[in-house]
């Protein structure tokens, strides 16, 4: 993309800054090459869809407007015509530079805790999710996708929620805040096989039982009694932190 239409969508839109990562313990994924494609063959099929509709309304007028003998709604319709193609060209370029905008500016983000997505570029979005709420774990493919070799990663934790915004032709209509996608990435099962290992680790660290690593390291590794001294810390400072209940007993 070109650097100056680039910076200048970026100070208009006021886009965010790149998301602030931890020194360690974090993996980033970032959707695929592909992905860019996919979204322009979206794009550009769209952009046909109301050139196609802007041609019929013009043959439309064409044909029917002379019938008419009031002078005045011929010359409006032809005016709406005309602004209807000026703001067709005028968004074009925008919407183009906003798809590969979208594209630069989508974070997949894998903590020792917790899943993080931000998107959007016209309305940003950003979704956290702990691994001990999650419930479900699916890899999603259309047929197009399957063309460039992408898929999605929807991931659901529990109960329901209002439905969230969409973004542009990619994101689902409907999609509630108890769902996050990481779209159009190349390697799913990994990213899957990833979330599942994490959200086993917690599960079994809440329930008691042995601390399963990412690697499958079994309890008594350090990277399990780590873990463990990590969450004995915060409880001991939440218990510092929260001051004793006093009771107090009524005398009769």
């Known amino acids: 993309m070109a ?42 099929l769209a952009q046909a869809g109301v050139v196609v509709g802007l041609i019929a309304g013009t043959m439309f007028l064409d044909s029917f407007m002379p019938r008419l003998r009031i002078p005045v709604v011929p010359r409006l ?3 709406l015509e ?11 370029p925008f ?12 974070w997949y983000i894998l903590s020792d805790r917790s899943l993080r997505i931000r998107e959007g570029i016209l309305s940003m979005r950003e979704k956290t999710m702990t691994f001990a709420n999650i419930q479900q774990i699916s890899i999603q493919q259309n047929p197009l996708q399957r063309l460039f070799g992408l898929s999605d990663v929807k991931v659901e934790t529990a109960g329901g929620g209002s439905s969230g915004g969409s973004e542009g032709g990619d994101s689902s209509h ?5 769902e996050a996608h990481f779209r159009g990435v190349t390697h799913p099962e990994e990213i899957r096989d990833l979330i599942l290992a994490r959200v086993r ?20 590794t350090p990277a399990a009694i780590e873990a463990a001294q ?8 939440l218990r510092q932190a929260v001051p004793p209940r006093q009771d107090k007993t009524l005398a009769k």
């Not at 970026?10 to 931890?22: G, N």
């Not at 906003?98 to 989508?106: N, S």
């Not at 990590?230 to 400072?237: D, G, K, Q, T, Y």
């Open 230 to 237: 990590e969450l004995l810390r915060e409880m001991r400072a």
């Open 3 to 44: 650097d100056f239409p680039r910076a200048w969508l970026l100070r208009l839109l006021k886009a965010p800054p790149e998301p602030q990562l931890p020194s360690s313990g974090v993996r980033v994924f970032r959707a695929a090459p592909g992905y860019l494609r996919y979204r322009q063959i979206r794009w550009a």
């Open 77 to 79: 319709a032809w005016w």
């Open 82 to 92: 005309g602004f209807a193609w000026l703001s067709f060209l005028v968004q074009l």
């Open 174 to 178: 409907g999609e509630h805040m108890h």
């Open 201 to 220: 680790m917690h599960r079994d660290a809440g329930l008691g039982e042995s601390i399963v690593a990412e690697s499958g390291e079994p309890a008594g």
């Open 95 to 106: 919407s183009f530079f906003i798809a590969q905008l979208d594209y630069e500016f989508r």
